[in-house]
C-alpha cells in the first residue's frame, strides 16, 4: 500500500514562492513516476508536473518557466518549487502515483496541501 502525504503549502503574496513536498511510503519509491495536481474551488483537477523514476520531468504549460518538480529518492521525497505564483495558482494540491497489481492499475493521491495566494 502506497501513502503519500503533501506537506508545504500556505498563503503567499503574488510574486512570492512555495515548496510543496510529497512525502511516499514504499521501498520501491525510485520506481514510482509521481505526479502533481490541482484542483481549484469550482474547476477541475488538472495536472501540473510530473517526474519518472529516471528523472525526466513534465510541466504543464501553464506554470512552466516558473514550477519546477524535483525528486529525492534517499527521502522518498518529490518537490515542487513554485515560483513567482500567481493569484490562479491559488488551489488545492495533490501528489499522485499509480501501481500495478496484476493488470489492475491503482491510484494512489495524498490528502493534499492548499495554497493561497493573494494579490
Known amino acids: 500500500q502506497v501513502q503519500l502525504v503533501e506537506s508545504g503549502g500556505g498563503l503567499v503574496q503574488a510574486g512570492g514562492s512555495l515548496r510543496l513536498s510529497c512525502a511516499a511510503s514504499?521501498?520501491?519509491?525510485?520506481?514510482?513516476?509521481i505526479g502533481w495536481f490541482r484542483q481549484a474551488p469550482g474547476k477541475e483537477r488538472e495536472f501540473v508536473a510530473a517526474?519518472?523514476?529516471?528523472?525526466?520531468?513534465y510541466i504543464a504549460d501553464s506554470v512552466k518557466g516558473r514550477f519546477t518538480i524535483s525528486r529525492d529518492n534517499a527521502k522518498n521525497t518529490v518537490y515542487l518549487q513554485m515560483n513567482s505564483l500567481k493569484p490562479e495558482d491559488t488551489a488545492v494540491y495533490y501528489c499522485s502515483t499509480h501501481t500495478w497489481r496484476g493488470f489492475a492499475r491503482q491510484d494512489h493521491w495524498g490528502q493534499g496541501t492548499q495554497v493561497t495566494v493573494s494579490s
Open positions: 517526474i519518472s523514476r529516471s528523472y525526466n520531468t
Open positions: 514504499g521501498r520501491t519509491f525510485r520506481n514510482y513516476r
